[in-house]
């Protein structure tokens, strides 16, 4: 079962990921952007936790994600040292077109499901978030302070001009 599973959920990655919306970034800046989507503004080192890479690796994503004006580095509110990632107004429409793009072919492939199918799905995909988040990884990821809070407060995705 483990290898089925496994090869259900890489085949299906595979699928949607051919539906790209925007073939503007790679997989890798998509995926920075998708996090900061999800989770909020947050610290460049928290963004690398986030993404399960390097420090510098992650500083190579924001770089390249602020010269396409898909990101902003801003001061951080409370410690100096630190920067904070944001998604500017270019990174949203490009996570908005990637998710309508990865709905719309979905949405048509479920459409094609029965009810109890769909319902029987449902039910996976709280399994499969239970999966993903287990307990034997989240503290290789970061602390709790440091995903997607900035000096205690949580920021929310806004648009700014």
Known sequence: MPGDLSLVVVRLARRLRGRRGTKSVSLTQLSALNTLHHEGPMTPG?????????????????????????????????????????????????????????????????AELTPDERETLEKVVGIMDKIIRGDDDVDEIAPD??????????YRLTRTA
């Open 46 to 110: 928290a963004l690398a936790m986030a993404e399960r890479v390097q420090p510098p690796s992650m500083t190579r994503v924001i770089a390249s994600l602020t010269e396409l004006g898909m990101v902003r580095r801003e001061p951080h509110p409370t410690d100096g040292r630190q920067a904070i990632v944001t998604l500017a107004e270019r990174g949203i429409d490009a996570i908005s077109a990637e998710l309508a793009a990865r709905e719309e072919w979905l949405s048509r492939r479920l």
């Open 145 to 154: 302070s440091a995903m997607g809070t900035v000096g205690g407060r949580g």
